[in-house]
């Protein structure tokens, strides 16, 4: 599995974005465009992929860019994996 779909599985199902998922590409906006990514969203997304990779994810790691498409998102994550 890329790490894209693992990405979009994890966001998934901390929005329970159901159907809605099997449309997003690499693309696709997040921040501001989902209703469902609020702040309290954002923590939740961060702390699932810290726990599913075993990473930390430090607060001024994390910028509105970060969320801004799935693809700068998974790039993001990608980038934290190989640290």
Do not use: C, W
């Not at 199902?13 to 501001?32: C, I, K, M, Y």
């Amino acid at each position: 599995m890329s790490e894209m779909n693992t990405v979009l599985e994890i966001l998934s199902s901390t929005l329970q974005l159901g159907e809605r998922a099997a449309t997003f590409t690499e693309s696709t906006p997040l921040l501001g465009s989902i209703p469902e990514l609020d702040s309290m969203a954002v923590v939740a997304m961060l702390t699932t992929v810290e726990e599913h990779y075993g990473i930390v994810i430090e607060d001024d790691d994390v910028s509105a860019e970060t969320f801004e498409t799935l693809g700068s998102l998974t790039s993001f994550i990608e980038a934290k994996i190989t640290e």
